[in-house]
Nanobody, 114 residues
Framework: VQLQASGGGLVQAGGSLRLSCTAS????????MGWYRQAPGKERELVAE???????DYSDSVKGRFTISRDNAKRTVYLQLASLKPEDTAVYYC?????????WGQGTLVTVSS
């Protein structure tokens, strides 16, 4: 299983970005895809996740600002980031959780300038 993420970049506070992550390989269709992030000097934290059935969970820090979605046919998960704040600056990692086995993308850097 491999995950390829894209879409990071530099944006001003209040701006928007869209991250994408596509999974390849053979894996069980019932799974959870999500996004984590790791800021400098901090631990990796869950940002948002979505099950193959469409159940969504967000961290409190991004509720109302970020939107996660997925296209099961394309094996792709998206994260729409809006109203970005400098504290959203981090490396964002996509994640695929298949029955407790976690697979990670390479990470994409999001930098929000004030």
């Amino acid at each position: 299983v491999q995950l390829q993420a894209s879409g990071g970049g530099l944006v001003q506070a209040g701006g928007s970005l869209r991250l994408s992550c596509t999974a390849s390989g053979t894996f069980f269709s019932i799974n959870t895809m999500g996004w984590y992030r790791q800021a400098p000097g901090k631990e990796r934290e869950l940002v948002a996740e979505i099950t193959s059935g469409g159940t969504i969970d967000y961290s409190d820090s991004v509720k109302g600002r970020f939107t996660i979605s997925r296209d099961n046919a394309k094996r792709t998960v998206y994260l729409q980031l809006a109203s970005l704040k400098p504290e959203d600056t981090a490396v964002y990692y996509c994640n695929l959780n298949i029955r407790g086995s976690h697979y990670w993308g390479q990470g994409t850097l999001v930098t929000v300038s004030s």
